[in-house]
């Protein structure tokens, strides 16, 4: 079972030539669309060692796992091209190209935009958001990137109908004198999106050896605004593994006071304010020998960090010169994504005991605007419960 703090991540490249044996200077031989995600498997990391514990009578549309924008496909880049050749447009062409997405797993959604997995009592839900375009003026072009009508920067938009959630730009391209001949390039008609995903349980979970996102699980985008039909695909990684609960958290977010931190302008750093102790309380079905906790930062992608992000709490951005550290029952410092065994588990409740200190880093404390910062901050982890 997962616990009110996240993280994780990686990422892949996909292109499709569109079209293939016509002649070079056509339209579909020479365009190329392309997302890059920079080697994302969002899924692959989440092993059978480490399943996720579902109990049959969890109710339906609960979230199990939940990906945020930075552990599942933060920065996708699409991008069209045609190598630098300029070609004649189909017929009813406007001057525009987008990519939408229209399968997952070479299926189609369901009319409440959910996605079937290997498991018959798993379903996949997906958000997109549009992140940044390029913006710039050329001559003798459409806008080589632009909004898509109705959207929006940074506004999330569920995945239920795939074309019209997920046309979120359109890329303009370059032409003539009397625009009988076209171009895209990477350079220019380029933007970036970013996906997040979900879980959810809806019907009778499966415990089995078999991964619910399978192997080959992929996002397939349509190339809109040309004639013939054109893909993209973007690789998901295989991964997440259900299993019956015998260990649970007591709760889904708990949130521990850390008190007042004196700001130190001299002398070494870091500086360490004082230890908070904190219990996370968890119930086990039976005796367990081995009973783990992994903390993994939620708002960082790397793991190995002893430190956890700090965030101003009024604005949610990200402070430099201040961080939060967590610290086993010894005192000893907890490194993140590292799995801390606690020993056995009696059946019923159970406490493992932690502490927590603000730890100033540098002699000044600034915000995302570079301003000296005083004021409440926060800092997030996911929490994850493993027993054998």
């Not at 997952?104 to 958000?127: P, R, S, V």
């Not at 979970?205 to 080959?216: H, Q």
């Amino acid at each position: 079972m997962r616990k009110g703090l996240l993280a994780q991540m990686m990422l892949v490249s996909a292109a499709v030539l569109l079209g293939g044996v016509l002649p070079s200077m056509t339209w579909a031989g020479a365009l190329r669309c392309t997302i890059n995600t920079g080697g994302a498997a969002p899924f692959s990391p989440y092993t059978r060692e480490n399943p996720i514990a579902v109990d049959e009578d969890t109710p339906d549309y609960t979230v199990v796992l939940a990906l945020d924008y930075a552990q599942f496909l933060p920065n996708m880049k699409l991008s069209c091209t045609t190598d630098g050749q300029e070609v004649s447009a189909p017929a009813g062409f406007d001057g525009n190209i987008s990519l939408s997405l229209s399968a997952i797993n070479d299926t189609a959604l369901d009319w409440t935009g959910e996605a079937q997995t290997n498991n018959n009592g798993i379903k996949l839900k997906l958000y997109i958001k549009a992140v940044s375009y390029n913006d710039e003026t050329l001559p003798n072009s459409y806008p080589p990137a632009k909004l898509a009508t109705r959207k929006f920067l940074g506004v999330e938009y569920p995945v239920i109908n795939g074309k019209e959630d997920t046309t979120l730009f359109e890329f303009g391209a370059q032409y003539n004198a009397n625009k009988s001949l076209y171009k895209f390039d990477e350079t220019h008609n380029y933007a970036i999106e970013s996906m997040r995903a979900e879980l959810i349980k809806l019907g009778w979970i499966e415990y089995s050896a078999l991964p619910v996102i399978p192997a080959g699980a992929h996002l397939t985008f349509t190339v809109d605004g040309m004639s013939g039909v054109a893909t993209v695909d973007v690789p998901l990684g295989s991964g997440v593994y259900m299993a019956a609960p015998s260990c649970s958290l007591n709760s889904a977010h708990q949130t521990v006071d850390l008190g007042n931190f004196n700001k130190r302008s001299s002398g070494a750093f870091p500086q360490e304010g004082a230890q908070t102790r904190f219990g996370i309380g968890f119930t086990c079905n039976s005796y367990t020998n081995n009973v783990e906790f992994t903390f993994d930062d939620a708002n960082a992608i790397l793991k190995g960090s002893d430190k956890l992000v700090a965030h101003s709490e009024a604005d949610g951005k990200k402070l430099t010169g201040v961080a939060v550290s967590l610290y086993d029952a010894q005192g000893k410092s907890i490194v993140m994504g590292t799995k801390q065994n606690i020993g056995s588990a009696q059946q019923g409740a159970n406490t493992a005991y932690y502490q927590a200190a603000i730890v100033q880093t540098a002699a000044e404390i600034t915000d995302s605007s570079s301003a000296s910062f005083a004021g409440k901050i926060t800092a997030k982890a996911n929490v994850t419960i493993t027993y054998y």
